[in-house]
């Protein structure tokens, strides 16, 4: 069983930056390949961002790439999320998850864990 809890989450202007984080409980985090969704208000949840267990392989929506930033610290136990180039369409809750497979994946359905979210908002 993973526990995961999300934070750094806010509010900021058009263009601004932040970086989210997932810290996760258990000692097979490094096993785990970790993903970042959003859902916006009725719409549905999707993906963002994904890394391998093995830091090798990382994945972007088309959306993101090029603006956020993926990466994790298996020592702290902890995925990140950095956000740069904020754009009024990037408000949503964001959602960390975890894939036992280890491989990371842009599918919803590959992952056994999620987290409660942390609320990103952005000012135009």
């Known amino acids: 069983q993973v526990q995961l809890v999300e934070s750094g989450g806010g509010l900021v202007q058009a263009g601004g930056s932040l970086r989210l984080s997932c810290a996760a409980s258990g000692r097979t985090f490094s096993s785990y390949g970790m993903g970042w969704f959003r859902q916006a208000p009725g719409k549905e949840r999707i993906f963002v961002a994904a890394i391998s267990r093995s830091v090798s392989s990382t994945y972007y929506a088309d959306s993101v790439k090029g603006r956020f930033t993926i990466s994790r610290d298996n020592a702290k136990n902890t995925v990140y999320l950095q956000m740069d180039s904020l754009k009024p369409e990037d408000a949503a809750l964001y959602y960390c998850?975890?894939?036992?497979?280890?491989?990371?994946?842009?599918?919803?359905?590959?992952?056994?864990?999620w987290g409660q979210g942390t609320q990103v908002t952005v000012s135009s």
């Open positions: 998850a975890a894939d036992r497979n280890g491989r990371g994946s842009s599918r919803l359905g590959s992952y056994d864990y």
